[in-house]
């Protein structure tokens, strides 16, 4: 079924019911313009015709550079109903890389905002491929103007037919950890996505959804809910202004509200300060990077009847497991001081997890390791995508075929528990091995030292010197201090003693802030600061050393 069906679904039993919801600020007060699913429908019936109109058909690969608006999912979901196939690429990547994946991926259509436009005209070679252009505001010479005439054009659209494997949409990793790639969704994994997400949270039409992360508004609108944009810039999650975020919250009455952790880290300090509660929300779900316990601690006084929720999982299959703030402060939160990892819960329906011995070398060995063993994290189910756009030795690397089924390597690092759950250790790009019987892990270490109160955090960071290879650690203070002092030293020197890993951390390095990915602005990018590290970028202090040396 095209995921598009969904929507059409929705309109003829809720036609009344608001679909996308718009902050709007404007002298201090917000408005909130909508459309209702009936006006949703039809709107995204005359943008598909004005798509065909200009030559937007089945299989078409067509840029996507629009900023959150009323009409973003209309325009996302006019594209399913044509049959093209809806390319999504985080702008903040940098443009080295946003032109090299533009370049991959040849896109035969585009639209966007009228500023990419005047950017194609003068980057002409990455956008070489593009036939069609269109633009939400009039840019001249032959790119089509989409809301010219628009209003002329029917409201009622034949859906174009697809199969379950028909490509839907490609949506571009962000390379925190190698090049973006182009991960390829089709219409049965978008269905099975929408699915599982609607049993994990027990969502239906009496829910309203705030998505911090505008792609996940494709499901909840899917699903019937309404989804109210929020007034932020999603490209900067962690600059949000909690003050607008917790306004468009209580003013709107959301139950559901999804985004990064350096998001709702935000929120939640604004509320406690503010002694604000919010009465409405029934989940704050979290993604992106691992949660510290303390911000699942911070929301039990904020959701009076609600709680916390971290999903896990990747672009190429989301989600894979699920569990609740509850669940990790019964206990799960002690062991993840003891250097055991993060818990990111058992896996939901559908999905199987196996923990198999880690490998840099593409395999198709599935042999799976006994319970309690580390290793790397390899998924099955129907979320699992098929393959990289034209990237065959990236999938080669990715994808195993096994056991009649498809199998995704997360590139993540981790282990299994007595009651099957996942406890995860950080990537395997990430990991420091000296040898094949002697490795560290960034959550094994990291969580020892976080516990000093002047850790903001830290990361784990490989060292290499005449050919062997030690680890260190990066710390970033809250205070932003960049040069040790004995205490100091001697308080991370204490903690070090707790587990036999951290024991082995001698080289300690002090950084100002720590560089992160672009898309969550809360995962640590270890490997640059691995490098930075190597060369002594900083303040660094041996273990047991009571005076701090000069650069």
């Known amino acids: 079924m095209n995921i598009a069906h969904r929507i059409s679904e929705v309109a003829k039993k809720f036609p009344h019911k608001k679909s996308v919801v718009f902050s709007k600020l404007d002298q201090g007060s917000y408005s909130y313009p909508f459309y209702t699913f009936s ?46 196939i809806p390319v999504l690429i985080d702008p903040g990547m940098g443009i080295k890389n946003l032109l090299s994946s533009i370049k991959q991926v040849r896109p035969e259509a585009m639209i ?36 010219e005439n628009l209003s002329l054009m029917s409201k009622s659209f034949d859906i174009c037919e ?22 390829i969704y089709t219409h049965g994994i978008m269905n099975a996505q929408t699915d599982a997400l609607k049993e994990m949270f027990s969502l239906d039409e009496r829910h309203i959804d705030l998505p911090a ?80 316990s303390e911000i699942h601690e911070m929301y039990r006084k904020i959701l009076p009847f609600g709680d916390t929720y971290t999903p896990y999982g990747a672009t190429e299959c989301l989600p894979v497991s699920l569990i609740s ?39 198709d060995d599935l042999s799976e390791l006994p319970t309690g063993s580390v290793g790397e994290i390899v998924v099955s189910g129907t979320q699992v995508t098929p393959a990289y756009f034209e990237m065959e030795e990236e999938t080669k690397k990715a994808k195993i075929n096994a056991d009649g089924k498809l199998w995704h390597r997360m590139g993540d690092i981790g282990w299994l528990d007595q009651d099957n759950n996942l406890w995860f250790l950080g990537r395997k790009a990430h990991r420091v091995e000296i040898d094949s019987e002697t490795v560290f892990y960034p959550l094994q270490i990291e969580a020892i030292f976080n516990q000093h109160p002047m850790v903001k955090r830290s990361a784990l960071v490989h060292l290499k010197s005449k050919n062997e290879v030690t680890p260190g650690l990066v710390i970033e ?75």
């Open 325 to 363: 703030g509850r669940e990790i402060l019964k206990g799960k939160a002690e062991e993840s001081k003891k250097g055991l990892g993060t818990c990111v819960g058992r896996a939901v329906p559908g999905v199987e997890i196996r923990i198999i011995k880690t490998s840099d070398i593409p395999k």
């Open 213 to 292: 992360f505008p792609l996940f508004a494709l499901f909840t609108l899917a699903m019937g809910m309404t989804s109210v944009i929020p007034d932020m810039d999603p490209t900067r999650p962690a600059m949000v202004d909690p003050k607008k975020l917790v306004r468009n919250i209580l003013e709107q009455g959301a139950t559901f509200v999804a985004g990064s952790p350096a998001i709702w880290e935000r929120v939640g300090r604004y509320c406690l300060r503010h002694n604000i509660q919010l009465g409405s929300v029934k989940y704050v779900v979290m993604f992106g990077a691992p949660v510290r």
């Open 39 to 84: 006006e949703f429908e039809e709107r995204s019936n005359q943008m598909a015709s004005f798509f065909k109109d200009k030559g937007i058909g089945p299989g078409m690969r067509t840029l996507l550079f629009v900023k959150p608006c009323l009409d973003f999912s209309v325009i996302t979901f006019a594209l399913f109903k044509v049959g093209a």
């Open 112 to 147: 966007s905002i009228g500023k990419v436009h005047w950017i194609r005209r003068i980057l002409r070679s990455a956008f070489r491929s593009i036939k069609v252009k269109i633009s939400l505001t009039p840019v001249g010479g032959s790119t089509h103007h989409l809301y």
């Open 162 to 183: 697809v199969n379950p494997s028909d490509t839907s949409a490609i949506l571009f990793t962000s390379g925190g950890t190698g090049i973006p790639k182009g991960v």
């Open 477 to 551: 203070r809250h205070d932003g201090q960049t040069r040790f002092d004995p205490d100091f030293l001697r308080e991370l020197s204490a903690l070090s003693e707790e587990t036999e890993a951290s024991q082995k951390i001698t080289r300690f390095f002090l950084h100002r802030s720590f560089p992160v990915d672009v898309r969550h602005n809360i995962k640590i990018d270890r490997i640059k600061l691995s490098h930075w590290a190597q060369e002594n970028g900083g303040d660094l202090c041996q273990k047991n050393q009571n005076t701090t040396p000069s650069k």
